[in-house]
């Protein structure tokens, strides 16, 4: 079965650079959730989007935006990075309510920030 | 105070041992429960939902009780592969929110 699918995979930037990470849903989920897990750390929720629009945010910084568009799938936009945001990107999807609220993550996008 | 709170752990364990991992949520309105399992550096995978009546998957098996907004995963006769952190998930707003726990890391050791 088709899964959530992440792309780069891995991403390799500089201070103050940007990035964009993608992530394409499970076919017929209409929500997606962005989460940034540090080393040693539970993953941490920062923005979800549900039939294209915003449905909630976390602790996303003001220096990333994200979205989703017409075939529902997301990019969430990193600028100015910093090192301090060197992570797991994990993007998961879910099709609400059908899919008994069970989101399921994709192999995540490992964003390192020299 | 964390949303969903866990054992802090780590448990190493023996091969065959039975593990129990506890897990407390304080939103009141939490709707949905899960334990994921996460290797190193991969994705969390669900493991299970989990449910007021408690189930059971072969050796796992989990169990709610919303009025002391507890959960637990209990794990029989453990094997090498089960080595992981498991994470205890809440949900509510019919989907809309995930809450993580912190995760609890178990080593099954030989």
């Known amino acids: 079965a088709a899964g959530v699918i992440q792309s780069p995979r891995h991403l390799i930037k500089e201070k103050r650079e940007t990035a964009t990470l993608k992530c394409y849903p499970i076919?017929?989920?209409?929500?997606v959730y962005w989460y940034q897990q540090g080393p040693g750390q539970d993953p941490q929720f920062l923005i979800s989007?549900?039939?294209?629009?915003?449905?909630d945010k976390g602790s996303i910084p003001d220096r990333f935006s994200a979205q989703q568009f017409s075939d529902y799938h997301s990019e969430l936009n990193m600028s100015s990075l910093e090192l301090g945001d060197s992570a797991l990107y994990f993007c998961?999807?879910?099709?609400?309510?059908?899919?008994?609220?069970?989101?399921?993550f994709g192999e995540g996008s490992w964003l390192t920030v020299v | 105070r964390k949303e969903v709170e866990q054992d802090p752990g780590p448990f190493n364990v023996p091969e065959g041992a039975t593990v129990a991992f506890n897990c407390t949520y304080s939103?009141?309105?939490?709707?949905?429960f899960f334990w994921y399992r996460q290797d190193c550096r991969k994705e969390p995978k669900l493991l299970m939902s989990?449910?007021?009546s408690g189930n059971e998957d072969g050796r796992f098996t989990a169990q709610l009780n919303r009025a002391s907004q507890y959960i637990s995963l209990l794990i029989r006769d453990s094997k090498l592969s089960d080595s992981a952190t498991y994470l205890c998930?809440?949900?509510?707003?019919?989907?809309?929110?995930?809450?993580f726990g912190p995760g609890t890391r178990l080593s099954v050791l030989p």
């Open positions: 989007f549900y039939e294209k629009m915003q449905s």
């Open positions: 998961a999807s879910n099709r609400l309510p059908d899919s008994g609220n069970t989101i399921y």
């Open positions: 076919p017929r989920h209409d929500t």
């Open positions: 998930v809440v949900s509510y707003n019919y989907g809309q929110n995930f809450v």
């Open positions: 989990v449910y007021s």
């Open positions: 939103n009141s309105a939490s709707q949905s």
